[in-house]
């Protein structure tokens, strides 16, 4: 379990985190969310020891992380994937990192093949592509065989058979009780892969909830009709306080009234629907409602651009 109480990390008069209070817990991938400049790096590098709290503290299975004697043992990170020197072979790194640690040759071999390597196990890892990286980077991490795990952006440079294979590898190691924190901007990989999510903001805690949860609070359904006279029943449900957007292709969509309603309703003015469909909103349209006040670094859209360049 990784836990964290008032966590606080200043950087002159920047506050880069502020007070964060959290457990992640083993048996579930928690996923740890936020837009650039959240916070999500710094807390991620508190927890390995690699940056010190201004104030607060945060605990490995009750131990602060430089208190553990054999960290490989009992944590595993992917953090920067390219933080390796490139004159090695993927072997001879992960064997370093073996023998620093107390563990055998045979791990090493073993983590290997886990990851897919061993076809360019003795091949120096300056010729490696990113996925090939982000993939040593995922064989360190369970060298060790831990029990807590941390992923910062596991899936880059991996193409879909390893997307595929990072997420069942996060889903099964949380199913063998493990304690599994995975930080991504994807939302679609997240939605597929976390049980319970960590979303922060300005370095502020925002949200500590399952998925499920985080869904149905931050964001809104809706119901997509298609009817034989979109006009006259877009009419009748705005009359009944309703939402409607009408699509080019006459599709209804609905927001404020639910597909037993708006069914009823059709029914009771006897309006003919060809379809009638809850949509569910998905995860990353409830993040973008949540962290649209806390985002730092905002591109103009192209059309803002274009006026701007015209007001010049």
């Known amino acids: 379990m990784i836990e964290a109480r008032g966590l606080t990390k200043q950087y002159g ?58 960290p490989l043992h009992e944590v595993g990170a992917l953090i920067e994937a390219a933080a390796v020197h490139p004159g090695r072979s993927a072997y001879h790194h992960l064997l370093s990192l073996a023998v620093a640690n107390g563990i055998g040759r045979s791990r090493v071999t073993e983590v290997i093949g886990c990851v897919g390597l061993e076809s360019v196990a003795r091949r120096r890892v300056g010729g490696f592509s990113l996925g090939m990286g982000q993939r040593l980077g995922i064989a360190a991490a369970l060298l060790g065989d831990p029990g807590v795990l941390l992923f910062d952006e596991p899936v880059n440079g991996l193409d879909p058979d390893g997307i595929l294979w990072i997420r069942t590898l996060m889903r099964s190691l949380a199913a063998e009780g493990r304690t599994v924190l995975v930080s991504s901007h994807l939302m679609s990989e997240m939605a597929l892969t976390a049980d319970h999510l960590l979303v922060i903001g300005q370095g502020r805690l925002l949200a500590d909830v399952s998925l499920g949860e985080f869904i149905d609070a931050h964001s809104a359904d809706e119901v997509r009709v298609r009817a034989a006279d979109p006009e006259a029943l877009g009419s009748v449900l705005r009359g009944r306080g309703a939402s409607v957007h009408r699509e080019a292709d006459g599709t209804l969509r609905i927001a404020g009234l639910n597909s037993q309603v708006v069914g009823e309703t059709a029914a009771n003015h006897r309006l003919v629907l060809h379809q009638l469909t809850d949509v569910r909103a998905s995860l990353e349209e409830a993040y973008f409602r949540m962290t649209a006040d806390t985002v730092t670094y905002r591109a103009a859209s192209p059309g803002e651009a274009r006026n701007e360049e015209a007001a010049v």
């Open 13 to 70: 008069d920047v506050v880069a985190v502020e007070g964060l209070d959290f457990r992640v817990l083993p048996g579930r991938v928690t996923g740890f969310l936020g837009p650039n400049g959240a916070g999500k790096s710094t807390t991620m590098r508190m927890i390995l020891g690699l940056d010190l709290p201004t104030s607060g503290a945060v605990t490995v299975n009750g131990r602060r992380y430089g208190g553990l004697v054999w």
